[in-house]
Structure formats: structure tokens, C-alpha cells
């Protein structure tokens, strides 16, 4: 059972609408939550972090956390063709010396 | 601060000869982690490292791969001898202290023919 599971996609939204990207995960005691974005032939830079139940927002990124439903999303309100990229979900489970597992991404495209 | 820093960017070499990547983490960094990546498997940990101390290497495939952290500013990570499956990005990143974010270098495109 993989720890970290996204819909690969590829998700594709028009400019200026909410892009939702989800992520679960199978720890039901993991603490701590990533977003990366990666574009294509780069590396993944972080966007978010939350570590609380509830929404963490940042500019037009917001994050979810559910932990009694054990899954994590992002949201990217006002999506802009700069955001085309593939979004990974990291998560930090227990007993697992704080290392990072992270799902395999959800490539969104946003369409001009 | 010039972020975390890889050598080589590309490398392309033939089956059966060794590979060594490089790895600068940030300044003031004390855990670095190498991943690989691939299309078919994602971002995988490989090996990562507190205070310049292994402490977890279960994610390296296997006896070929192995990696050390001399000092607090360098890293390496070796094939030897490379396989085609061995093709892959591999990055490194570090962070703080284990558990915060992570930061990552730009990779190494690895080819082995």
C-alpha cells in the first residue's frame, strides 16, 4: 500500500478557475503535509506546508487538511498558464524518522 | 545563499562504469536526502543523512549504489558499476533539521547506455 496516492492526471482547468489537486494518504498519524510544485525538467519547489486540520491560505494557494478523512488538497484559485505544472504531495508519517514520502504528482495544465 | 548545488547536471555513460554525483547542501543545513526520480516511480527516497551521519538507506536498490557525506558541505553518491535501469533524475535536498521543509538542487539526468 503506497503511503502518499494522487490522481495523476492530467487535470486541465481554463484561466482564472479553481484548480483543485487532492492527495490521501494511509498514516492516520501523520503530523506534517507538503506541496511541491515541479515543472517539467526541473525540481520540485515548495509551495505550502500545513500541519493543522483546517485551511492554510498563501496568495491564491490555499491548503486543506482533513486529517479524520486523511487527505490533504490544494487549491489555486485565479489559475494562471504559469501554474501548468505537476503538483506533488509530500507527507512526514510516523515511525518513520521524519522522512518524507511523496505521491507520484497530479500534472495540471491550465488553457489560456 | 546559492541553494542546494549538484554535479554534474547531465551525465550520460556506458553500462559497467561508475557514476559519482555531487551534492552541496545550503549553508547551515544538517539533513540531506538523495532521491531518484522516474516516470514510472515517482520521487523516491534513496538515502538521507543527519549531522553527516547515514540514517536510513533502505530506500537504495541495492549493493551498487552507496553514499557518503564527508563533511558538513559536500555529499556523493556512487553506481558503480551502472545499469541501464539506472537512468533516472537524481536529486539532492537538504533541509534544517530533519522533518522541515526540504529544499532541492537542480538534479542529475543520469543515462547509462
Known amino acids: 500500500q503506497k503511503e502518499v496516492e494522487q490522481n495523476s492526471g492530467p487535470l486541465s482547468v481554463p484561466e482564472g478557475a479553481i484548480a483543485s489537486l487532492n492527495c490521501t494518504y494511509s498514516?492516520?498519524?501523520?503530523?506534517?503535509f507538503f506541496w511541491y510544485r515541479q515543472y517539467s525538467g526541473k525540481s520540485p519547489e515548495l509551495i505550502m506546508f500545513?500541519?493543522?486540520?483546517g485551511d492554510k491560505e498563501d496568495g491564491r494557494f490555499t491548503a486543506q487538511l482533513n486529517k479524520a478523512s486523511q487527505y490533504v488538497s490544494l487549491l489555486i484559485r485565479d489559475s494562471q498558464p504559469s501554474d501548468s505544472a505537476t503538483y506533488l504531495c509530500?507527507?512526514?508519517?510516523?515511525?518513520?524518522?521524519?522522512?518524507?514520502?511523496f505521491g507520484t504528482g497530479t500534472s495540471l495544465t491550465v488553457i489560456p | 545563499d546559492a541553494g542546494v548545488i549538484q554535479s554534474p547536471r547531465h551525465e550520460v555513460t556506458e553500462m559497467g562504469q561508475e557514476v559519482t554525483l555531487r551534492c552541496k547542501p545550503i549553508?547551515?543545513?544538517?539533513?540531506l536526502f538523495w532521491y531518484r526520480q522516474t516516470m514510472m516511480r515517482g520521487l523516491e527516497l534513496l538515502i538521507y543523512?543527519?549531522?553527516?551521519?547515514?540514517?536510513?538507506d533502505s530506500g537504495m536498490p541495492e549493493d551498487r549504489f552507496s553514499a557518503k557525506m564527508p563533511n558538513a558541505s559536500f555529499s556523493t553518491l556512487k553506481i558503480q558499476p551502472s545499469e541501464p535501469r539506472d537512468s533516472a533524475v537524481y536529486f539532492c535536498?537538504?533541509?534544517?533539521?530533519?522533518?522541515?521543509?526540504?529544499?532541492f538542487g537542480p538534479g542529475t539526468r543520469l543515462t547509462v547506455l
Open positions: 535536498a537538504s533541509s534544517v533539521i530533519q522533518g522541515n521543509e526540504q529544499f
Open positions: 498514516d492516520r498519524g501523520s503530523q506534517s
Open positions: 500545513i500541519y493543522s486540520n
Open positions: 509530500a507527507v512526514i508519517p510516523t515511525n518513520t524518522g521524519n522522512q518524507f514520502y
Open positions: 549553508s547551515g543545513h544538517n539533513s
Open positions: 543523512f543527519n549531522n553527516n551521519v547515514p540514517i536510513d
